[in-house]
């Protein structure tokens, strides 16, 4: 399996290369020049395997320049139960009829980012080491993803990570959750700035090609192919389990969305064979996302237009990954693909409302928003009913989802997080808190590990000279 870029302007490559990839040179997206195809014999076949050795058969299709022993190694190593705490790695639980909750967040970090980082911290290991290089990556969050990597990634050979985050904007729970990692590879820096000027900081130092090449820098977002062919694994994972009693044969997918990450893979899977009805796109306020799947017409906003929601993770008003759905929709045409970029670029939007029909008839994309107020409902009514408490993002999902339940058709709502992690939104809709999961009880006592400084490149940059691996 090559890649190539959805602008065309990359030479094929393998898995490897790219891993280790950004945007291709082209500014483009990385994708698979061909898909692979699950036939149904193969899927039934994948029945008994545990997560793991699910992940390892699904991974195969992709990373075809690993060696087989090896990706092995590396799968039982990302998917066992010393670092998810559930035996299934990812349960799936009733919520009543057809909805059911697929839970994604048993994770280090509780939230779903933990199943892709997890395998990509071992991946990289790997690769790293076969090339007998090193990497420094750098990186800004707010919260999931810099937690994520920095979990997958503690202690890791050949790697460091160097961290932003806005200095006293983090909750505790989120600030405890990253200071508290004491291993030398791993670098919290608390900048005196906000989100937006911190991830403006590892902008210019990506930037800046001398200092890249030479410090090779590196970042693990959510473009990252890795990413999303990791997260394709537990699309399979949960029509297997929601199909094991016999009965439905099809099954729908509702997502919070965001980056448009999580439910592409959702598209990859549904392309491979998977039998997937629908892909429920649910949005917070911030719905670019749902516009476009109700209109065909793509515009995101500006950083004044994106609401701070109280499901942040979803307060993304630019989804990256969507242009990897985009050359799909054009039937693969790269130079169509840039010709919208470059126009979006200009006008601010591009519109393929001509195209909105096939959006659910060929690719079966159904969305819808959930605001606050339906959020805390939600929150309320699951429990009520369920005695399931869910996060905030799962919220949003699990209200888009009950307009499109159908009889006789599994609805599974990805958990893209723990409630934990968003006591206070909890409080809100039910009147309590959320006490941490027990291993995490004590967190906020455990010494932590940051460095504050202010928010100047010259100052990251120093730091980053003094600590890089190289
Ligand atoms: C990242 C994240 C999302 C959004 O996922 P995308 O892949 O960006 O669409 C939703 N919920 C939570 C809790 C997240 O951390």
Same mark, same amino acid.
């Given at each position: 399996?090559?890649?190539?870029?959805?602008?065309?302007?990359?030479?094929?490559?393998a898995?490897?290369?790219?891993?280790?990839e950004?945007l291709?040179?082209?500014?483009?997206?990385?994708i698979p020049?061909?898909?692979?195809r699950?036939?149904?014999?193969?899927?039934e076949?994948?029945? /008994?395997l545990?997560?793991?050795?699910l992940?390892?058969?699904?991974?195969?299709?992709?990373?075809?320049d690993?060696?087989? $022993?090896?990706?092995?190694?590396?799968t039982a190593?990302?998917y066992?139960? @010393?670092?998810?705490?559930?035996? &299934?790695?990812?349960p799936?639980?009733p919520?009543?009829?057809?909805?059911k909750?697929?839970?994604?967040?048993?994770?280090?970090t509780?939230?779903?980012?933990d199943?892709?980082?997890?395998?990509?911290?071992q991946?990289?290991?790997?690769?790293?080491?076969?090339?007998?290089?090193?990497?420094?990556?750098?990186?800004?969050?707010?919260?999931?993803?810099?937690?994520a990597?920095?979990?997958?990634l503690?202690?890791?050979k050949?790697?460091?990570v160097?961290?932003?985050?806005?200095?006293?904007?983090?909750?505790?729970?989120?600030?405890?959750q990253?200071?508290?990692?004491?291993?030398?590879?791993i670098?919290?820096?608390?900048?005196?700035?906000?989100? &937006?000027?911190?991830?403006?900081?590892?902008?210019?130092?990506?930037? $800046?090609?001398?200092f890249?090449?030479?410090? #090779?820098?590196g970042?693990?977002?959510?473009?990252?192919w890795?990413?999303?062919?990791?997260?394709?694994v537990?699309?399979?994972?949960?029509?297997l389990?929601?199909?094991?009693?016999g /009965?439905?044969?099809?099954v729908?997918f509702?997502?919070?969305s965001?980056n448009?990450?999580?439910?592409?893979? /959702?598209?990859?899977?549904?392309s491979?064979?998977?039998?997937?009805?629908r892909?429920?796109?649910?949005?917070?306020?911030?719905?670019?996302?749902?516009?476009?799947?109700?209109?065909?017409?793509?515009?995101?906003?500006g950083?004044?237009?994106?609401?701070?929601?109280?499901?942040?993770?979803m $307060?993304?008003?630019?989804?990256?990954n969507?242009e990897?759905?985009?050359f799909?929709?054009?039937?693969? &045409?790269?130079?169509?693909?840039?010709?919208?970029?470059? %126009?979006l670029a200009? @006008?601010?939007?591009?519109?393929?409302?001509?195209? %909105?029909?096939?959006?659910?008839?060929?690719y079966g994309f159904?969305?819808?928003?959930?605001?606050?107020?339906? #959020?805390?409902?939600t929150i309320? %009514?699951?429990?009520?009913?369920?005695?399931?408490?869910?996060?905030p993002?799962t919220? $949003?999902?699990v209200?888009?989802?009950?307009?499109?339940?159908e009889?006789?058709?599994?609805?599974?709502?990805?958990?893209?997080?723990?409630?934990?992690k968003?006591?206070?939104t909890?409080?809100a809709?039910?009147?309590?808190?959320?006490?941490?999961?027990?291993?995490l009880?004590?967190?906020?006592?455990?010494? %932590?590990?940051?460095?504050?400084?202010?928010?100047? @490149?010259?100052?990251?940059?120093?730091?980053i000279?003094?600590?890089?691996k190289?």
């Open positions: 399996m090559k890649y190539v870029s959805t602008r065309g302007g990359m030479a094929p490559q898995f490897s290369d790219i891993l280790l950004g291709a040179p082209d500014g483009g997206l990385a020049e061909t898909l692979p699950v036939d149904a014999a193969t899927l076949s994948w029945r /008994g545990d997560y793991a050795g992940a390892y058969e699904v991974l195969s299709l992709f990373a075809t690993i060696p087989a $022993d090896v990706l092995r190694r590396l190593a990302a066992n139960e @010393q670092v998810f705490s559930s035996e &299934d790695i990812v799936l639980r919520l009543g009829g057809e909805l909750l697929l839970g994604l967040s048993e994770g280090p509780l939230a779903f980012k199943m892709a980082m997890q395998f990509l911290g991946v990289f290991e790997y690769v790293l080491t076969e090339r007998n290089t090193t990497l420094n990556i750098v990186g800004a969050t707010s919260g999931d993803t810099g937690s990597a920095e979990y997958a503690r202690g890791k050949g790697v460091a160097f961290m932003l985050s806005p200095h006293g904007r983090m909750s505790t729970f989120q600030r405890a990253m200071y508290s990692l004491q291993d030398e590879n670098h919290n820096i608390a900048v005196r700035g906000v989100f &937006d000027e911190a991830q403006d900081i590892v902008k210019a130092l990506a930037g $800046d090609l001398d890249k090449n030479r410090y #090779r820098l970042a693990v977002n959510s473009i990252n890795a990413r999303i062919a990791a997260q394709v537990y699309y399979f994972h949960g029509w389990r929601a199909t094991d009693e /009965g439905a044969k099809e729908s509702a997502v919070p965001g448009f990450g999580n439910i592409l893979s /959702g598209h990859i899977a549904r491979m064979g998977l039998p997937v009805r892909l429920v796109l649910a949005t917070n306020e911030n719905n670019v996302l749902e516009e476009f799947f109700r209109t065909g017409i793509y515009r995101p906003r950083p004044q237009h994106t609401y701070a929601t109280s499901s942040p993770s $307060d993304i008003s630019r989804a990256s969507f990897r759905f985009v799909e929709l054009v039937g693969r &045409d790269a130079d169509r693909v840039k010709a919208l970029w470059a %126009q200009e @006008q601010g939007s591009f519109d393929l409302s001509e195209r %909105q029909p096939d959006f659910e008839r060929q159904v969305s819808g928003v959930s605001n606050h107020d339906d #959020r805390l409902a309320r %009514q699951v429990y009520e009913e369920s005695g399931v408490l869910i996060d993002h919220a $949003d999902g209200k888009v989802a009950r307009d499109f339940l009889p006789g058709v599994p609805m599974l709502v990805l958990e893209t997080a723990l409630p934990a968003f006591s206070d909890i409080e809709a039910l009147g309590h808190p959320v006490p941490p999961p027990l291993a009880a004590d967190l906020e006592s455990l010494p %932590q590990r940051v460095t504050v400084m202010d928010c100047t @490149q010259a100052d990251v940059r120093a730091f000279e003094a600590n890089a190289i």
